[in-house]
T-cell receptor
Framework: RKEVEQDPGPFNVPEGATVAFNCTYSNSASQSFFWYRQDCRKEPKLLMSVYSSGNEDGRFTAQLNRASQYISLLIRDSKLSDSATYLCVVNNDYKLSFGAGTTVTVRA | NAGVTQTPKFQVLKTGQSMTLQCAQDMNHEYMSWYRQDPGMGLRLIHYSVGAGITDQGEVPNGYNVSRSTTEDFPLRLLSAAPSQTSVYFC???????????????FGPGTRLTVL
């Protein structure tokens, strides 16, 4: 079983829509969690950290469910510029495990 | 502040050749790491270092060597290139928060390697 699993999508949504997707992780001792964004095979960049209480950053909301071992990302009011691959990342004591990514395409 | 730099951007090797991928950061980060990214598989950790003189293996270390003689530099050496090492290689660095795991990883632009 992979350490981090994501629905690859693609999620194809119109501008203004809300899109949400999850990622599951296998190691219950994982310490911290992140969502990264990657454009067209460029380098990944941090979108947001995920905190136990859930957190928002503008149109983006991240949730963590430790009991069920999943992390979610919700994007509200989608923009064309949100089109990217979103990587779920889990930290296990110096070692980051990456999901394969969820592709989101926002259409006009 | 250049962040994380990687050279070369592109490289083509023949099977059996060796080469070194260069990575440098100017943010005085303790932690540096190398990943490879293959289609459908996400990024996989090759080697990492928590400080100068300290390195450890990640998920897929076979066929690769690293060293960390300075805080700034973390080169990745391919000992005898194989077609299975065709991939995109990313170097990353981060600070380690006192008493806890590190935070944001800063990635270099990547090296696209093809082994024929």
């Amino acid at each position: 079983r992979k350490e981090v699993e994501q629905d690859p999508g693609p999620f194809n949504v119109p501008e203004g829509a809300t899109v949400a997707f999850n990622c599951t992780y296998s190691n219950s001792a994982s310490q911290s969690f992140f969502w990264y964004r990657q454009d067209c095979r460029k380098e990944p960049k941090l979108l947001m950290s995920v905190y136990s209480s859930g957190n928002e950053d503008g149109r983006f909301t991240a949730q963590l469910n430790r009991a069920s071992q999943y992390i979610s990302l919700l994007i509200r009011d989608s923009k064309l510029s949100d089109s990217a691959t979103y990587l779920c990342v889990v930290n296990n004591d110096y070692k980051l495990s990456f999901g394969a990514g969820t592709t989101v395409t926002v259409r006009a | 502040n250049a962040g994380v730099t990687q050279t070369p951007k592109f490289q083509v090797l023949k099977t059996g050749q060796s080469m070194t991928l260069q990575c440098a950061q100017d943010m005085n980060h303790e932690y540096m790491s190398w990943y490879r990214q293959d289609p459908g598989m996400g990024l996989r950790l090759i080697h990492y270092s928590v400080g100068a003189g300290i390195t450890d293996q990640g998920e897929v270390p076979n066929g690769y060597n690293v060293s960390r003689s300075t805080t700034e530099d973390f080169p990745l050496r391919l000992l005898s290139a194989a077609p299975s090492q065709t991939s995109v290689y990313f170097c990353a660095s981060s600070r380690r928060l006192a008493g806890g795991p590190y935070n944001e990883q800063f990635f270099g632009p990547g090296t696209r390697l093809t082994v024929l």
